[in-house]
């Protein structure tokens, strides 16, 4: 069978860019996002914006697009049918445990103007509810110690170490994960680590660096083998390094770059002075009510959002939510309107060809569920309002973390802290008691939030019930 490689040369584009950006975190979102703005912005404006993707950790993506030359198909999957797009924006794959020197090298070359990142929220190996830097993640520990960087931190001080001391200019850190405020958040981290380091370079960092914040959105499910082969049935061509998306996508980003910039706006980003209230919108609305279909919607037996929005009383979950607890919080972002974005994302989740599995998005959570929903239900409490149903999603996530399903089934929990909630689970006497140990931790749950005995006391009658009666009938009632 013929490859993508093979494709693209029949159609006479050989000509590869230079590379100008280095991008740490090569998933299926980053090559459904940022590689194909990027491709938008080369074919509009042209200029030298091939993109070095980095995996900081597994060859998987590596073993999939060296040998088809970086190139990849990204397949838009509409209601009505699926899009293919050829994209040619990544010039080289590394995978930094295996030769951390040439990552290095990449981040020096004079030509490099932008570090972007698509590390999760984990990469920042941060402390999701205050923000700070982890010192205790062994990452970290192992970089501050000297040695080959492994952390993303790791890596961009690095980089901006030699840098500085080769008389190169900065490099931009374009930090493209779902995280409040993503780019001040990266700016904290990167500092706290410098400083740790050598102050004289922290304040050089502070002074030259830009992290502009950036608001990224664009469905993107895992790939999977049975992709992979549609793919190669549709379009008579292999491709492992295929991915699968929503048509919608949205950028917002600050337009703080110190060397240039691709001209992103070419595939429809928006460049603003301010993204946080964006960002809040996103975070809130979409991975808000993201994660709380993805617990409830896994408890009650349903494999991905969209089958869980075809039932009625998720679909209405997600509006009462959207209405009655998180839309008040969120200030109104510069040409949105609330009420319209929410009814597009629910469109949007009802999409039949996306299979976007709820075990996919209830991943992490000890890392999501701050920004996600947590600050959401801080702010319902502080204006006097109970939110009843995002405390019901925390009570799912309990649930799930305890790693045993409704009909007595194992969980396969993947969560940096998966033995440790499990064993706050297992530990615990009653239903009070698990919750409270699960309150009890810091990266996830805020002392003031933890104390608050309005959360505390309806989070265990939540937990109660859910055990009680399942997901779906828990649910059921809260919409009647
Ligand atoms: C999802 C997000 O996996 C998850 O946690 O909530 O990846 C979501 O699909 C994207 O943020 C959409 O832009």
Known sequence: MTTVTDRRLERGDAVRPAAGIVHLGPGAFFRAFNAVYTADAMEAEGGDWGIVAVSLKSPTARDQLKPQDGVYTSVSLTPEGAEYRVIPSIVDVLVAPEDPEAVLAAMTA???????LTVTEKGYCHEPSTGRLN??????????????PRSAPGFLVEALARRRAAGLGPFTVLSCDNLPSNGHLAKAIVLEFARNRDADLADWIEANVPFPATMVDRITPATTESDVADLAAAQGYADAGCVLHEPFRQWVIEDDFVAGRPAWEAGGAQFVSAVEAHENMKLRCLNGTHS???YLGYLAGYETVAETVADPAFAKLCQK??????VPTLEKPEGEDLEAYCAAL?????????????WQIAMDGSQKLPQRILGTVADNLAAGN???GLILAVAAWMRYVGGVDEKGAVIDVRDPLADRLKAASDGAADDAALVDALLAEREVFSPELAGDARFRDALVKA???LKARGSAAVVADFVA
């Open 135 to 148: 010192l205790k993640h062994p990452d970290i520990a192992h970089d501050l110690g000297g040695g080959a």
């Open 321 to 326: 939510l959207w209405r009655g607890e998180i």
């Open 463 to 465: 937990y109660s019930d």
């Open 346 to 358: 629910l469109e949007r989740y009802r999409n039949p060809a996306i299979r976007h599995r709820t």
């Open 386 to 388: 109970q939110p009843s």
């Open 292 to 294: 709380t279909l993805a």
């Open 110 to 116: 004079e030509s490099t103007k932008i570090v972007s």
